[in-house]
């Protein structure tokens, strides 16, 4: 794998101008860092006038004091925008030469940002790809479209993805509190500050990926928040149906809670003894799960298939948040009460029992 790489002059475009609150030729650097590349020559007048930046980990050097140790296989002029992964994907592939020569897969691209109107398209062309494979339906018809707006409205701020996530976790706070002391007369309300939840829980990733700030902090916080947000609404909505008389409340929130707090323990375990202490529940790797760097399977066909997927998709956290709202509106929460419980429920039995039967899950495979 090659940990060498140039921007060459001469300049593509403005490699000072921002983009998505960094400026061009620092987001090319980080994005090559990302890549695995650990050197990179370029002009010292264009990486003085970057300065210091706590995010670079690499070496910059300057074709004067002489080449970088070993041969740059990766080479594009200071000025692009391109798609986050390409650099890792050209990097993974084993591709030598110029970035802007380079095969280019559905969805990447490359881009010269010259002025304001270029700069804006490259934007865009970043943000939109933040929308990822496995973004629920919630989140691909909803929340994305929203939580994209408001985090290009934040990019050029000082607001880190840490205290994007407590500005959420207010919202969800909101929620829980308005529901517990309303009862069941304020399931709406809170329904509605629980989507506000959701959707501003994306902006934190976002502004992560974007601005490549990230920290093992940050991915705790983002983890463990949403944890308690899920299951303190969750208790919140049931207590508030039981007291209004509904007996099948008590009994699906007093099953789904306690399975979810064994979900919540086997996930823990598993992120510190085989995530190696990451917040991210990528480090881990349950029953069934596909390796991230495996090639994605053929889509299956039939009914079993159809089925499998439909359960995943309504299982993911956009959904079964989003529920709450049109059922609170119909006056039916005890449905997304029982669908939250029979997710708790698989969650928390698949998972304590791998830990009974296979001693956890297996640690992800690294692919950088």
Same mark, same amino acid.
């Given at each position: 794998?090659?940990?060498?790489?140039?921007?060459?002059?001469?300049?593509?475009?403005?490699?000072?101008?921002?983009?998505?609150?960094?400026?061009?030729?620092?987001?090319?650097?980080?994005?090559?860092?990302?890549?695995?590349?650990?050197?990179?020559?370029?002009?010292?007048?264009?990486?003085?006038?970057?300065?210091?930046?706590?995010?670079?980990?690499?070496?910059?050097?300057?074709?004067?004091?002489?080449? =970088?140790? *070993?041969?740059?296989? $990766?080479? #594009?002029?200071?000025? +692009?925008?391109?798609?986050? %992964?390409?650099?890792? !994907? &050209?990097?993974?592939?084993?591709?030598?030469?110029?970035?802007?020569?380079?095969?280019?897969?559905?969805?990447?691209?490359?881009?010269?940002?010259?002025?304001?109107?270029?700069?804006?398209?490259?934007?865009?062309?970043?943000?939109?790809?933040?929308?990822?494979?496995?973004?629920?339906?919630?989140?691909?018809?909803?929340?994305?479209?929203?939580?994209?707006?408001?985090?290009?409205?934040?990019?050029?701020?000082?607001?880190?993805?840490?205290?994007?996530?407590?500005?959420?976790?207010?919202?969800?706070?909101?929620?829980?509190?308005?529901?517990?002391?309303?009862?069941?007369?304020?399931? =709406?309300? *809170?329904?509605?500050? $629980?989507? #506000?939840?959701?959707? +501003?829980?994306?902006?934190? %990733?976002?502004?992560? !990926? &974007?601005?490549?700030?990230?920290?093992?902090?940050?991915?705790?916080?983002?983890?463990?928040?949403?944890?308690?947000?899920?299951?303190?609404?969750?208790?919140?909505?049931?207590?508030?149906?039981?007291?209004?008389?509904?007996?099948?409340?008590?009994?699906?929130?007093?099953?789904?809670?306690?399975?979810?707090?064994?979900?919540?323990?086997?996930?823990?375990?598993?992120?510190?003894?085989?995530?190696?202490?990451?917040?991210?529940?990528?480090?881990?790797?349950?029953?069934?799960?596909?390796?991230?760097?495996?090639?994605?399977?053929?889509?299956?066909?039939?009914?079993?298939?159809?089925?499998?997927?439909?359960?995943?998709? $309504?299982?993911?956290?956009?959904?079964?948040?989003?529920?709450?709202?049109?059922?609170?509106? &119909?006056?039916?929460?005890?449905?997304?009460?029982?669908?939250?419980?029979?997710?708790?429920?698989?969650?928390?039995?698949?998972?304590?029992?791998?830990?009974?039967?296979?001693?956890?899950?297996?640690?992800?495979?690294?692919?950088?």
């Amino acid at each position: 794998m090659s940990r060498h790489a140039a921007l060459t002059p001469p300049l593509a475009g403005d490699p000072l101008a921002r983009v998505a609150g960094l400026s061009v030729v620092l987001r090319q650097l980080l994005s090559l860092q990302d890549a695995g590349i650990g050197e990179v020559l370029m002009p010292r007048d264009l990486a003085d006038q970057i300065g210091a930046d706590p995010r670079l980990t690499l070496r910059v050097a300057d074709p004067s004091t002489g080449r =970088v140790s *070993g041969e740059a296989s $990766l080479t #594009a002029p200071a000025g +692009l925008v391109w798609h986050r %992964g390409l650099p890792a !994907r &050209l990097v993974a592939a084993g591709y030598r030469g110029d970035i802007t020569e380079a095969p280019l897969l559905p969805g990447e691209f490359v881009i010269t940002v010259t002025d304001r109107t270029s700069a804006r398209q490259a934007e865009s062309l970043l943000l939109g790809s933040l929308i990822k494979p496995t973004d629920g339906i919630i989140s691909r018809a909803i929340n994305r479209k929203i939580s994209l707006r408001i985090t290009r409205a934040l990019l050029d701020t000082s607001l880190t993805p840490n205290q994007m996530t407590g500005i959420a976790t207010l919202f969800g706070a909101l929620a829980i509190g308005v529901v517990a002391w309303g009862g069941v007369t304020w399931l =709406v309300p *809170g329904a509605l500050l $629980l989507q #506000a939840q959701s959707i +501003l829980d994306g902006c934190d %990733g976002e502004i992560s !990926r &974007l601005k490549y700030i990230r920290s093992r902090l940050g991915e705790w916080l983002d983890q463990v928040l949403d944890d308690v947000v899920n299951l303190g609404y969750f208790a919140a909505a049931g207590w508030a149906v039981w007291q209004s008389g509904s007996a099948l409340a008590f009994w699906l929130t007093s099953i789904g809670a306690g399975l979810h707090v064994v979900y919540q323990i086997a996930l823990y375990a598993a992120l510190v003894t085989r995530g190696g202490g990451s917040g991210s529940v990528t480090s881990i790797r349950w029953w069934g799960q596909q390796e991230p760097s495996s090639p994605a399977p053929a889509p299956a066909r039939g009914p079993a298939a159809w089925l499998k997927e439909t359960v995943e998709i $309504l299982g993911r956290r956009d959904f079964f948040l989003f529920l709450f709202l049109p059922a609170a509106l &119909l006056g039916v929460t005890e449905i997304a009460l029982g669908w939250c419980a029979i997710i708790f429920a698989a969650s928390g039995l698949t998972t304590g029992l791998q830990w009974l039967l296979k001693g956890g899950p297996a640690p992800a495979v690294r692919t950088s």
